[in-house]
């Protein structure tokens, strides 16, 4: 099956300072990609969507300015964490999908990666 | 708005019974109807899925009941294994939009 990784699996950091974490799919290009949080024993909560090569498309209540996605590849789409705070510490996941495989394009998860802001 | 309501939020099976998970969605638009698998400090992972033009998908140990008029859908997990101890979360998408999920159920079997 299709494989998406995550990078860092974890990362410690200090509040203010930013943190950028990657995500790959390695055996398809990803016309799609979609970034999750998950706070612990809680369900995945959509960010943002973005599509290769344009903007990411924001969940309402995320902060665009401080949730930088960028998708420049079919392969990569980045999310910066900027001025990063505790309350940011949680489950980050990504996500992506092909386009035209089939109707029902499936998402593929990432492993994830754990935020800790100190 | 919980658009897709999924039950139990926890869930203790004995070794080689059935552990049923629930799910209800109320936007008849919704076409697809994953069922995702996540281990602790894991990505979820899909499991099996299911569209609305049929009544039941039957993948080895795991069945998707669906129930179209009614707006339901099930997992059912048959000879259930520790191995399976997980956090299952059922969703609903519309065609090429994004995924809505359960909040999930913490599943735990035991010896």
């Known amino acids: 099956g299709a494989v998406v990784s995550q990078h860092p699996s974890w990362v410690i950091c200090k509040s203010g300072t930013s943190v950028k974490i990657e995500c790959r799919s390695l055996?398809?290009?990803?016309?799609?990609m979609f970034w999750y949080r998950q706070f612990p024993k809680q369900s995945l909560m959509l960010m943002a969507t973005?599509?290769?090569?344009?903007?990411?498309?924001?969940e309402q209540g995320v902060e665009k300015d401080k949730f930088l996605i960028n998708h420049a590849s079919l392969t990569l789409s980045t999310l910066t964490v900027t001025s990063a705070h505790p309350e940011d510490s949680s489950f980050y996941i990504c996500?992506?999908?092909?386009?035209?495989?089939?109707?029902?394009?499936?998402?593929?998860f990432g492993p994830g990666t754990r935020l800790t802001v100190l | 708005q919980q658009q897709v309501k999924q039950s139990p939020q926890s869930l203790i099976v004995q070794k080689g019974g059935i552990s049923i998970i629930n799910c209800a969605y109320e936007n008849t638009a919704f076409d697809y109807f994953p069922w995702y698998q996540q281990f602790p400090g894991k990505g979820p992972a899909l499991l099996i899925a299911?569209?609305?033009?049929?009544s039941e998908k039957k993948e080895g140990r795991f069945t998707i009941s669906f129930n179209k008029s009614a707006k339901q859908f099930s997992l059912h997990i048959m000879d259930s294994q520790p191995g399976d101890s997980a956090t299952y979360f059922c969703a609903a998408r519309i065609r090429n939009q994004k995924v809505t999920f359960g909040i999930g159920t913490k599943l735990q079997v035991i010896p």
């Open positions: 299911i569209r609305p033009d049929v």
């Open positions: 996500s992506a999908s092909a386009q035209g495989a089939g109707a029902y394009n499936e998402q593929f």
């Open positions: 055996d398809f290009q990803a016309t799609t």
């Open positions: 973005s599509n290769e090569g344009s903007k990411a498309t924001y």
